[in-house]
Nanobody, 123 residues
Framework: QVQLVESGGGLVQAGGSLRLSCAAS????????MGWFRQAPGKEREFVAA????????YYTDSVKGRFTISRGNAKNTVYLQMNSLKPEDTAVYYC????????????????WGQGTQVTVSS
């Protein structure tokens, strides 16, 4: 059984930082991709960042470029999202996701999803 478990969310003031972690069990995504999505109240889930398991290439949505960094652990079954210079509009539930192929990584066509972790940024 494949499981993705997120951690690291919380409440932070604007301008602060948080680091999200996602640990995968049951399989690795060495030949696929892992990504982060978020969903704010009343809004659709949106892509945040992704990383290729093969090349290590990273992808970001424009609104987080320069502020967020996605990275992976040595075992490649862990992915992190370092979030700096947080803004109130970053408030959302953040979801970790994994897929077995490195295609369309910015779309929510992922096979596996975590339960989500809440990130709240106060102004």
């Amino acid at each position: 059984q494949v499981q993705l478990v997120e951690s690291g969310g919380g409440l932070v003031q604007a301008g602060g930082s948080l680091r999200l972690s996602c640990a995968a069990s049951g399989r690795t995504f060495r030949r696929g991709a892992m990504g982060w999505f978020r969903q704010a109240p009343g809004k659709e889930r949106e892509f945040v960042a992704a990383i290729s398991g093969t090349s290590g290439s990273t992808y970001y949505t424009d609104s987080v470029k320069g502020r967020f960094t996605i990275s992976r652990g040595n075992a490649k079954n862990t992915v992190y999202l370092q979030m700096n210079s947080l803004k109130p509009e970053d408030t959302a539930v953040y979801y970790c996701a994994g897929k077995g192929v490195v295609t369309r990584v910015t779309l929510d066509e992922y096979e596996y999803w975590g339960q989500g972790t809440q990130v709240t940024v106060s102004s």
